[in-house]
């Protein structure tokens, strides 16, 4: 569209407007997916554990406000991301794809809560959606996300 001298068109500016929401999708899926498949739970002598522990007191409490964060009302992503100034882990709500991502926020794990990912198999029971999330997370692939800063 630069070439044909297109910049100034409606057909323009949506293509801008909806490029990051797209990119966003595509890459979260990747994250999602990816994270996925593991059998054996998180190794407590492992790096992510321990800084999970660090900054959130205990495992348990990381993982109760996590489910919450998943459980809220609404579509989109809870995340737990990583801050690549301060390695501080915390989660997150993304609204759709493209609505409250923190700046260079690094995603550690990433939870797709569309309706996509669990209403054939769920229903509007979230709650077990979740649950069997955690049971199938890839612990091994999340934890070579975490970077040591």
């Excluded at 949506?14 to 999708?25: T, V």
């Excluded at 801050?83 to 926020?105: A, E, V």
Aim: glycine share 12%.
């Amino acid at each position: 569209m630069v070439k044909e001298g297109k910049m100034a068109t409606p057909e323009f500016s949506e293509l801008k407007r909806r490029w990051g929401w797209e990119f966003n999708g595509m890459r979260l899926h990747e994250y999602y997916f990816e994270n996925l498949g593991g059998k054996e739970g998180l190794g407590k002598e492992g790096r992510l554990f321990k800084k999970i522990s660090e900054d959130f007191g205990t495992y348990e409490n990381w993982e109760k406000e996590f489910r919450a964060v998943g459980a809220m009302r609404g579509i989109g992503w809870a995340i737990l991301y990583q801050d690549p100034w301060t390695g501080q882990l915390f989660n997150c709500w993304i609204n759709d794809h493209d609505t409250g991502h923190p700046s260079g926020g690094l995603p550690i794990l990433v939870l797709d809560v569309f309706e996509h990912a669990f209403m054939i198999d769920y229903g509007l029971k979230r709650a077990d959606y979740i649950e069997a999330f955690f049971k199938n997370i890839n612990w091994k692939e999340v934890e070579k996300r975490l970077k040591s800063l």
